[in-house]
T-cell receptor, first 114, second 111 residues
């Protein structure tokens, strides 16, 4: 298995631009999590899905952030418009529903907003 | 604030020595687990300990859990340079289907 796949691995964009991060979970996993990691705030859960349905988006910082999971093998995290404070590493993780404790993380997308 | 707080924030040891990292949390939990993150990579699950367990071993890893003190420790024995990474504790609690991560310990093992 290829593991969780994220793209792009690095993204540099200017303030105000739209950014879309992509994630392909491990085949068969039906829970998907989006995290953000910064030096200041550590690893924060943004949103998670069970069976493609968003369950808890209380970690999404602002309305500028949105996430979708149109099918079991694909999810996106969109930031529009982006701001410099959104600069962080964004991770996607997947697991089998109910096995929240054994999440498989992707390599992350390093986002820099200038 | 985060559920788990690790200490120390950074630890530097010589290869072959043992490394001990601690994690404290605030509320009751179902499980506690430890993850490793190599520089520039995603987190990798290492070991899980359930709230009714006190100690668990996996290879060179030993985890303890003291629910009365709301704390856990991760011991890596006979450390290797390849163990250099950040280590995070994570907890899940109640009916929540999500993990809360600590702030991490940066371990450096010098060859």
């Amino acid at each position: 298995d290829a593991g969780v796949i994220q793209s792009p691995r690095h993204e540099v964009t200017e303030m105000g631009q739209e950014v879309t991060l992509r994630c392909k979970p491990i085949s068969g996993h039906n829970s998907l999590f989006w995290y953000r990691q910064t030096m200041m705030r550590g690893l924060e859960l943004l949103i998670y899905f069970n069976n493609n349905v968003p369950i808890d988006d209380s970690g999404m910082p602002e309305d500028r952030f949105s996430a979708k999971m149109p099918n079991a093998s694909f999810s996106t995290l969109k930031i529009q418009p982006s701001e410099p404070r959104d600069s962080a590493v964004y991770f996607c993780a997947s697991t089998l529903q109910g096995r929240v404790y054994e999440q498989y993380f992707g390599p992350g997308t390093r986002l820099t907003v200038t | 604030s985060q559920q788990g707080e690790e200490d120390p924030q950074a630890l530097s040891i010589q290869e072959g020595e043992n490394a001990t990292m601690n994690c404290s949390y605030k509320t009751s939990i179902n499980n506690l687990q430890w993850y490793r993150q190599n520089s520039g990579r995603g987190l990798v699950h290492l070991i899980l300990i359930r709230s009714n367990e006190r100690e668990k071993h996996s290879g060179r890893l030993r985890v303890t859990l003291d629910t009365s003190k709301k704390s856990s420790s991760l011991l890596i024995t006979a450390s290797r340079a390849a163990d250099t990474a950040s280590y995070f504790c994570a907890t899940d609690k109640g009916s929540a289907r999500q993990l809360t991560f600590g702030s991490g310990t940066q371990l450096t093992v010098l060859p």
